[in-house]
């Protein structure tokens, strides 16, 4: 009896751990990237990538890979769609967003549909699992999550005049369609990772809600960066908690801790 | 003023020779010269629509022309003065910082280039928060960071009030006098932007006359592209059908009227 108990308290803190561990992961990722995704006004675009997560699911059954690494294949093709279709001026950018968000969303659960062997708990892919965070996808959270932050460390300082003035950034020398291409797939990297914690409709807001959260407080990019990090991991820890004390599903009551800390800071008097 | 060369037989920093541009069927420059020698101010005017910010981005190598050839000279540096930034009220930036993200900056030069053009004042402000005449020299500090031979300028007054605009037009050529940057600017302004300019270029999406400033506003062309609006003070001009082609050295227009009327 006490053997069977103490696996079971080892097994439950185990699971927490992870959970815990992954929702931090994720939460230190979106800091910077969500700053960047509200900075250039990109929630839309993000939203678009995360929608398109179960084409990679379904991808991943069909090729028999890492479903993360299927959602990260389709969610960088739909990046670099996106990016040339820019160019286009046919159709105002949001009108496209939502053709291809609507569009990816819908054509995954047509294909998994056509899946009759696959069985999928489409809820889990919708608002996230946090609670069945297994190592791989700790080792992925952490391995290509670290990698995204690196490359967006490495284009810091182009991406932030680039996000001021296009043009003005061309003049001056910087390579910004490049710039631009690695930024979009650094996105994309991390939409992949972060659908496990809060699931494809939440992604977007784990990247946003600690992000306008952390501007009251900051007065350089890098400031509201860093407090973006450190919102989005105590929304991650608020959430999970509440999720275990009220027993509510842990991605969605993560955004909610969120959004509870973005209306505190606003209702913070202003310093100045 | 030594270092403003006027002379005719320097060699141009920069040369567009039959530019035209064409984007989704539509006309939008159409066989246009312009020449930049060192150390002129140059002013492109025109009503709005007439391709004056097309023809800047043409210049500045930002848009491909259809057909043509813009020629930089060698080491050409150019200084780029947007006319406004469209920055997010989320994002926390400085005017010290906006300077500092410039390419090959130098931190001992933001104050005396602040100075310089009048907006020290500013430099731990948010650069949301500045006005239309205080953004402009912020910009300008910016762009003579990197000691440009010429400064590119994309309606240097809009959104300015008179007064402002007074002192921005004496920045300018203060800026070239002590500079000795060519200047190539766009306005649609008239009055004020000619006591302050070397060579004047109508744009109607061709070149309909240029010269000094005397000679352009006497010209033909340049009435019956500006006279109702010059004389109201509104953004709208008649074209004038009826008007004399005049084909002597200092004003020509090119492009053809059924073009310039469908486009």
């Known amino acids: ?41 990109l929630a839309y675009f993000g939203d678009t990538l995360a929608h398109s997560a179960l084409l990679g699911v379904a991808l991943g059954f069909i090729l028999h890979i890492n479903l993360t690494l299927g959602i990260f294949i389709i969610c960088q093709i739909l990046a670099i769609l996106l990016f040339i279709s820019q160019y286009q001026r046919q159709l105002a950018s949001d009108t496209l967003l939502g053709i291809f968000s609507h569009g990816a969303l819908s054509l995954g659960l047509v294909a998994l549909a056509f899946m009759d062997n696959v069985r999928i708990d489409l809820v889990s892919y919708l608002f996230g699992d946090i609670l069945a965070i297994g190592y791989d996808d700790l080792y992925w959270i952490y391995g290509a999550g670290g990698v995204a932050l690196l490359g ?23 390579p910004v369609d490049r710039i631009n291409w690695l930024f979009l797939g650094l996105i994309a990297l991390i939409v992949a990772i972060m659908m496990k914690v809060v699931g494809m409709l939440l992604v977007t807001a784990l990247l946003i809600i600690p992000a306008a959260t952390a501007r009251r407080f900051a007065n350089t990019p890098e400031s509201m960066a860093l407090i973006a990090m450190v919102i989005g991991a105590l929304s991650v820890g608020l959430g999970l908690w509440g999720s275990f004390e009220y027993d509510t599903p842990s991605g969605p009551t993560i955004v909610v801790a969120g959004c509870i800390l973005f209306i505190g800071s606003i209702l913070l008097p202003r310093r100045h | ?21 064409q984007i989704s069927g539509r006309s939008l420059l159409e066989s246009v010269d312009l020449q930049l020698k060192p150390g002129e101010i140059v002013t492109v005017v025109g009503p709005n629509g007439a391709g004056k910010t097309t023809l800047l981005r043409v210049a500045l190598g930002l848009q491909k022309p259809t057909s043509g050839k813009v020629e930089k000279a060698k080491d050409v540096t150019i200084g780029y003065v947007p006319q406004k930034l469209h920055i997010d009220p989320t994002f926390p930036i400085t005017v010290r910082r906006f300077l500092a993200l410039a390419k090959g900056h130098d931190k001992t030069k933001f104050v005396p280039l602040l100075k310089n053009v009048g907006a020290e004042h500013v ?37 300015v009030d008179v007064h402002g605009q007074v002192e921005l037009y004496d920045l300018i050529s203060r800026v070239r006098t002590e500079r000795g940057c060519a200047i190539l600017m766009v306005s649609h302004d008239l009055h004020l932007v000619m006591a302050s300019t070397d060579r004047v270029f109508c744009l109607n999406k061709h070149i309909c006359c240029s010269g000094t400033p005397e000679v352009v506003v006497n010209d033909p062309a340049y009435t019956a592209l500006f006279g109702p609006y010059a004389a109201r003070h509104l953004a709208f001009y008649v074209h004038d059908k009826e008007h004399q082609h005049d084909h002597e050295h200092h004003h020509e227009c090119c492009g053809n009227e059924e073009d310039s009327n469908n486009g």
Not at chain 1, 154 to 166: G, N, Q
Not at chain 2, 1 to 21: C, E, F, G, R, Y
Not at chain 2, 126 to 135: D, M, R, T, V, W
């Open chain 1, 1 to 41: 009896m006490s053997v069977v108990g103490t696996r079971k308290i080892a097994t439950m803190d185990d699971f927490l751990l992870r959970a815990l561990l992954g929702g931090l992961g994720v939460a230190l990722v979106a800091g910077p990237f969500g700053s960047f995704v509200v900075w250039r006004r």
């Open chain 2, 1 to 21: 003023m030594l270092a403003i060369n006027k002379d005719n037989n320097s060699q141009p920093l920069l040369t567009l020779s039959n530019v035209n541009l």
């Open chain 1, 152 to 174: 967006l460390v490495w284009i810091w300082k182009p991406l932030l005049s680039i996000t001021i003035h296009e043009d003005l950034a061309r003049v001056e020398g910087l």
């Open chain 2, 123 to 159: 430099i731990d402000s948010p650069l949301q928060g500045l006005s239309g005449g205080e953004l402009q020299r912020v910009l300008m500090a910016r762009a003579l960071m990197r000691e440009p031979d010429i400064l590119v300028l994309d309606e240097p007054v809009q959104g």
